[in-house]
């Protein structure tokens, strides 16, 4: 079964149903492989927001640090001294940025809702964060192109995400519980997306991916 939903991440017309649930269907990309949610089923900005102020990430609490550390740990090995990055999607309690900076970094912050300053994204870095925020975000495709395109060659974009498998592992999965994840990422989805950036991917674990952008690619703005 196809029909016209779009993929948000490629743009592909051609989907099929992956699953359903009692609250939402999820449509998996013929092309990228991206599964998702759509549009119709999103929740607004405000009812958004409202499940977000739930969260209780506090800069300082040692095991948010030490589930951010999946990510910052083997980023921190491949960063040179002095590095300016980003902290897309740095939620109320930004501890990864921190811990950047207290790495020797200076990292700028944006959040649709908390640090909503669009400036930042005007800006190029050395190496920019996106940990557990690519699973909320209603236009992929858009939003990891413009933090593709502010990202220095030489450059690292770290991503954690937890990653789909198969469709009887799907089923039971919370992580499609939460009604503001609505995109959700195999390994071939990153696959496809860094061979379109021509980035070279590193899956860390389970859930963390380093894209590199090579030397000689596009600057940032």
């Known amino acids: 079964m196809s029909d016209s939903v779009h993929c948000p991440l490629c743009d592909n017309g051609t989907t099929e149903l992956f699953y359903r649930d ?3 269907p999820y449509r998996r990309c013929s092309r990228c492989e991206l599964v998702f949610v759509p549009p119709a089923y999103y929740l607004d900005r405000d009812a958004e927001k409202a499940e977000y102020d ?3 990430n506090q800069v300082d609490d040692p095991g948010y640090r030490r589930f951010l550390s999946r990510l910052a740990g083997p980023l921190l090995e491949r960063l040179p001294l002095n590095a300016r990055g980003l902290d897309f999607g740095c ?3 930004p501890a990864l940025a921190a811990m950047l900076e207290e790495a020797g970094h200076s990292v700028a912050l944006y959040d649709v809702f ?3 300053d669009s400036t930042v994204l005007e800006c190029d ?5 996106a940990t557990e925020v ?3 975000l209603h236009r992929p495709g858009a939003e990891l192109a413009r933090l593709w395109q502010c990202l220095r060659p030489d450059g690292w974009l770290g991503v954690m995400t937890k990653l789909v498998r198969d469709r009887e592992a799907f089923a039971g999965w919370h992580y499609k519980n939460d009604p503001t994840h609505v995109c959700f990422y195999s390994e071939a989805t990153w696959r496809w997306w860094a061979a379109q950036q021509g980035a070279l991917l590193e899956f860390i674990g389970a859930d963390v991916m380093l894209l590199h952008k090579p030397v000689g690619s596009a600057p940032g703005p």
């Open 114 to 116: 908390y640090a909503p």
């Open 91 to 93: 939620g109320p309690g």
């Open 54 to 56: 739930l969260h209780d």
């Open 22 to 24: 009692r609250r939402r």
């Open 134 to 136: 690519v699973e909320h």
């Open 125 to 129: 870095y050395d190496f920019i964060c």
